[in-house]
């Protein structure tokens, strides 16, 4: 007979109430995130705008991106008791849609460092709507605060047995420079205190810039310490941890030193731990505010951290910030208010899921580097076909997949889950996923891709959209088909067009054109392969046929960096009358490639350029739209490449 006692009945319990503790913190970690957000105040810039509260966005924890191009989301003075903001923290409401932002309130180029007694308090539904309170602890607890000094790095975490929010911070007195943790819960509007503050955590040595996270039963406490000697001089500092099996304490100061950088010169602090997505690893991230660096160590356990420190790679310059987790959700909506979200957090990824935006002018795409356009209509739509370019400031060519867009007026866009991979097709070695076109025939639609020294590939979908798959299972055209060329590279490039006789034509090549029919199942050669040859042709890639009022166009980039030149014939298959140059060298962009297509009786010249700041470049591309016209005779007007594009024209 098993015989409970008092003290295995209190375990009992206790066990249970860790477990019930990890299930609701479990139920929040499990969702469906994809991406991080990232909350700072800035370190560079002019000091007076410095202290606000700013954005970024990242897919992986490492690599950033600051939102509305690093400016403040909203100015400190809309927020602030001082006008400046600092320290920001970022939490997710335990139970349903919300966010909790809690900030120092102080504006150090104004005001200095000699007192900031207030919190800014902050609470959205979406991430993108903010209401704003300040509570200023000398005048609303003036018994006990005063004559505070500080009341510095807010933070909030839910108290899952009080069922409340928990605001945390450091604080010091005019008349003690110790620096102690002090608690408080926040009021159901998230606009102050419920009650006093209380000392929650009172380090040996003092203590700052606290985040707390709760796991495996025990309330981890990272922060700023420090050791001093017998006569109070500080001989050390950085960042130290406390546990408690509660938030109300006792808590447990190990007097350990975490980071990386606690035995030398540099110093950090802002520590803040947060969870990487569908992982058991942990990012416990400082701020080196003298070096101008923000760095990681990572651990599994929370007690066992990795020695030598991460940096990040970012396009800002943050102090003291945190990070939560985002859904794609989330991600979108952030990008809809303030822009620079990673293209992959908003990309669709379930079959049915679309993603959609407005073009603001060119480039018209600014979430994806893309490359290579190639354009069919089918009825009231455009469907855009580009390639796409991996990263921003790549050094070389790295495309692994294509991409499909489609509109009805050239404004609102809509993105579809990536259709096709190089990986889809298995003969390709060479892993490159280059330019290509696809065309519509009996209900199918066929996309022809090169795939760089492995050949030309088909693939075939029901839907323009996709998905597409190989339709051969081998290569269309290889470099044997490319009789007149010596490099490995020939084979790419291609573009086909159907004649009003049905009959289809597949052009390709890369410093010598070639061009040839296709038979009716549009995935066989038909009879002899033939080279692009007239007076004037400069070939060098990008070939693409259209007709007008009669007469064939055929279009094509020249020299290096390439232009965009076009001849004129009476017959697709020539001779052919070179004409001149369409499109000049964009200066930003070694190559160009097009696609000329009528679209609602306009017509409409699409190219690529580098015109994504700052990243854009020849590896890291991006396309453009802008209006085609003819003259009289037929020939075409010159191409002037703008900025505001097409969009300038859609009301």
């Known amino acids: 007979m098993l015989k409970i006692t008092c003290t295995s009945l209190r375990l009992l319990l206790f066990l249970l109430l860790c477990c019930f503790q990890n299930f609701a913190f479990a139920q929040v970690v499990s969702k469906d995130y994809t991406g991080y957000l990232f909350a700072y105040f800035e370190g560079s810039g002019t000091k007076e705008t410095q202290e606000q509260l700013r954005l970024a966005v990242s897919q992986d924890a490492v690599t950033w991106v600051a ?89 909030t975490i839910y108290d899952t047995k009080a069922k409340k929010y928990l605001v945390y911070f450091t604080v010091r007195q005019h008349a003690n420079d110790k620096l102690d943790f002090y608690a408080a819960y926040a009021n159901k509007d998230f606009t102050g205190f419920e009650s006093e503050p209380k000392l929650m955590f009172s380090p040996k040595y003092g203590g700052i810039d606290g985040d707390i996270v709760f796991k495996d039963g025990l309330y981890h406490l990272f922060f700023k310490g420090n050791t001093k000697d017998e006569a109070g001089k500080e001989i050390k500092n950085g960042i130290q941890q406390a546990t408690s099996r509660s938030l109300q304490g006792p808590w447990k100061e190990d007097f350990k030193y975490l980071d990386a950088y606690a035995d030398t010169a540099v110093v ?148 579809y889950p990536v259709p096709l991979k190089i990986t889809d097709f298995s003969w390709a070695k060479s892993g490159d996923a280059f330019a290509g076109d696809v065309v519509e025939r009996n209900g199918k639609y066929y996309w022809y891709v090169s795939t760089n020294w492995s050949g030309i590939g088909v693939a075939v979908a029901d839907r323009p959209e996709g998905p597409f798959k190989d339709a051969l299972g081998k290569p269309l055209l290889t470099n044997k088909d490319c009789f007149a060329s010596s490099h490995s590279w020939a084979c790419i490039d291609p573009a086909v067009f159907i004649d009003d006789d049905g009959t289809a034509w597949i052009f ?62 009476d017959k697709i298959d020539g001779p052919y009358v070179y004409k001149g140059i369409i499109n000049e060298i964009a200066g930003n962009s070694n190559t160009n490639h097009q696609a000329i297509i009528k679209f609602k009786d306009e017509w409409y010249f699409i190219y690529h350029n580098g015109g994504i700041n700052t990243d854009g470049g020849s590896y890291s591309r991006s396309i453009a739209i802008e209006k085609l016209y003819y003259h009289a005779d037929g020939t075409i007007k010159p191409i002037i490449m703008t900025t505001n594009g097409v969009s300038a024209e859609q009301k």
């Open 268 to 415: 950090v602090e802002g520590s803040s731990i947060f969870k990487r997505n569908d992982t058991d690893e942990y990012i416990l991230m400082y701020d080196l505010y003298t070096n101008g660096r923000y760095e990681f160590q990572s651990s599994t356990d929370l007690f066992n951290f990795t020695k030598k420190p991460q940096g990040f790679t970012k396009n800002f310059h943050p102090r003291h910030g945190s990070v939560i987790s985002i859904t794609q959700k989330e991600a979108r909506q952030l990008q809809q208010k303030w822009t620079g979200v990673p293209g992959l957090l908003l990309q669709p990824v379930s079959p049915n899921d679309r993603y959609q935006f407005k073009s603001t002018g060119n480039p018209i795409i600014k979430h994806h580097y893309t490359a290579d356009p190639a354009a069919l209509v089918k009825g009231d739509t455009l469907w855009l076909y580009p390639g796409h370019d991996f990263a921003g400031g790549q050094k070389n060519y790295k495309m692994k997949d294509w991409l499909v867009y489609s509109t009805t007026d050239m404004k609102n866009w809509t993105e």
């Open 508 to 569: 390709w090549g890369n410093r010598e054109g070639y061009y040839a029919k296709l038979k009716d199942n549009m995935i066989e050669i038909d009879g002899e392969i033939k080279q692009l040859k007239f007076d004037g042709l400069s070939f060098t890639e990008a070939p693409w046929v259209h007709k007008y009022n009669g007469k064939y166009y055929l279009s094509y980039a020249t020299e290096f960096p390439e232009k965009i030149a076009y001849a004129m014939a």
């Open 67 to 155: 939102l509305n191009n690093n400016e403040p989301i909203i100015p400190s003075s809309d927020i602030s008791q001082t006008g400046g903001i600092r320290d920001p923290h970022l939490l997710r409401a335990e139970h349903g849609e919300g966010f909790y932002l809690v900030a120092t309130d102080m504006f150090t180029v104004k005001n200095g460092w000699d007192s900031n007694p207030g919190i800014t308090m902050m609470k959205s539904k979406n991430l993108t709507e903010w209401k704003s309170s300040v509570i200023d602890l000398a005048k609303a607890y003036p018994k006990k605060f005063g004559k505070v000094k500080w009341v510095w790095a807010p933070q």
